[in-house]
């Protein structure tokens, strides 16, 4: 079973960053097409962005020009920093793996981390 593991989220002011980050300890996790979703408050999970194992990028429109997706495979670890926050960006913030070469539909990633929490304050 391949666990996941997010960190980096916490409370930010309006228009500040934070660098979300997500680790395991599979080796297949450099090959693999790697997401971060968001869930708000009432909302259903989104896609944010992805890095495919080839190294593309996809972000959703609300991402793009202040979220960049980044991937170390040295260490097993995907980033998502997020630039520009807005309080509408306020969810808890998901991790997840799949063996798609690339999709945003949340039901093809197999494997998920137990997500952080990111609120961004007025």
């Known amino acids: 079973q391949v666990q996941l593991v997010e960190s980096g989220g916490g409370l930010v002011q309006a228009g500040g960053s934070l660098r979300l980050s997500c680790t395991t300890s599979e080796r297949s996790f450099s090959s693999a097409l790697v997401g971060w979703f968001r869930q708000g408050p009432g909302k259903e999970r989104e896609f944010v962005a992805a890095?495919?194992?080839?190294?593309?990028?996809h972000y959703a429109d609300a991402a793009k020009g202040r979220f960049i997706i980044s991937r170390d495979s040295a260490k097993n670890t995907v980033y998502l920093q997020m630039n520009s926050l807005k309080p509408e960006d306020t969810a808890v913030y998901y991790c997840?793996?799949?063996?798609?070469?690339?999709?945003?539909?949340?039901?093809?990633?197999?494997?998920w981390g137990q997500g952080t929490q990111v609120t961004v304050s007025t």
């Open positions: 890095v495919t194992r080839t190294g593309a990028t």
């Open positions: 997840a793996a799949s063996r798609h070469a690339w999709t945003e539909d949340k039901r093809q990633y197999e494997y």
